[in-house]
């Protein structure tokens, strides 16, 4: 768990490292909701550089992201 947002960059990053590592495999797409801590620049050019699609979900659409929202709820 994040102790606070600013935190979810370097998480992603050392998660990208770990998935590439153990399945041999790149990442092809990160889908989003539209918090700041996933919109930033950096996120952003990682993702470019990388060649990873980047896929935002709509506003106030908790049903377009429903698998996180549900596992959200449940967390809480």
Request: charged share 25%.
């Amino acid at each position: 768990m994040l102790k606070s947002k600013d935190e979810a960059f370097a998480a992603f990053k050392k998660f990208h490292a770990f998935v590439t590592t153990q399945t041999g495999t790149k990442l092809k797409c990160l889908r989003t909701d539209n918090g700041v801590e996933f919109t930033s620049a950096g996120i952003n050019r990682f993702c470019e550089n990388l060649g990873i699609k980047r896929e935002l979900t709509v506003p106030e659409s908790p049903s377009s992201n429903s698998v996180a929202e549900r596992y959200d709820g449940t967390l809480c």
